[in-house]
């Protein structure tokens, strides 16, 4: 499926209603602090050209690109992170890219 801008800026709307909902819900962790982003293999053409340009960039680890703290939520708890990472990530899979929520430690 081709992406389109619309998608792009619904994913980051459901991204940060997500993380503001989880941290509504359970608070920050002091403890868990660590980071959360997308990745998205199998890439290519149209769709990784408007990724790079909303803030995609090269998965150094892994082929494909990536995206840390899609929700762009001004906290160290990983898990707030992650409720973002998990929501834009859904919204690529149901357009039919192979993407993944990731999250680690610090």
Known sequence: MKLSKDLITKAEHLATLAAREYQKSFGENPMGCGFAWVEVKNVRGNNAKLLKE??????????????????????????????????????????GLDAQAVCRLD
């Open 54 to 95: 909303n803030g995609f960039n090269k998965n150094y680890t892994k082929p494909g690109l990536s995206l840390w703290d899609p929700a762009c939520m001004p906290t160290q708890d990983m898990d707030i992170k992650m409720a973002g990472a998990l929501a834009y990530a859904g919204v690529l899979k149901e357009a």
